[in-house]
């Protein structure tokens, strides 16, 4: 077996001291997968993907590639272990104006910026408008896109840097039809399956079974603050084989 990318050890996050959102959280994610993080509304999944992120306070072990993300530092661990919240609450200004703030970031500066941001807003606007995003929607502030529409764009911006190995997806077509959310689908599989980016791996939260059955290749279930592997794909309150 390959070197897993991600390994999680014993990740538990607190709301208040004795009262845990989860405990002991182990699983891997390895080259090719797309793990489907399953479980009923309030148990965990988005703040396990928060966690991942170092975006919320927890205890235990993250490592990328057998290294804790602190090694790298954390800003350049998010570009390689890049989290895709559902919604972008409270961003200012455009998604163009996004973009320049995160290719002005240490952890994405380049020799040339201008260049940078030129290549990445095309690659944007290239896989946008595959899934109908129009170029224009990009300079149009947050508060004026619809929430299908912000939420192809936040993906397309992650996909434009092609920097990470591992997205970390929370819902990402929550707020899109049936075939819209088909299109998205079938890009982000392929672009792990195909190798034409540097993405390798997905950790996706959806509360769809049929999204489940069409994504995944396997399947975590957060149930009672622990996480279990399963082989139905459909969230289920009694899973089967304990991970860790």
Known sequence: MSEAILELRDITCYLEKGTNVFSNITFSVNDGDILVLQGRSGSGKSTLLKCIAHLAMHTGDTLYRGIKPQAYGIPSYRTKVMYVPQRPSLLPGSPYDFLVSVTNLRSHKAPNSEGLLRDVFKQAV????????????????WQNVSGGEAQRILLAAAM????????????PTSALDAETSQLVEKYLVERVQTRD??????????????QSRRVGTRFIHLSGGSCYETEDPSPSPYPTTPVG
């Not at 791996?201 to 079974?209: C, D």
């Open 160 to 171: 434009s840097f092609d920097t990470a190995e591992i997205l970390l997806l929370d819902e």
């Open 126 to 141: 290239d896989i946008g408008e595959q899934w109908g995003i129009q170029r224009e929607l990009w300079h149009r502030g």
């Open 197 to 210: 980016t540097n993405l390798k791996a997905l950790l996706w939260i959806t509360h769809s079974p049929e």
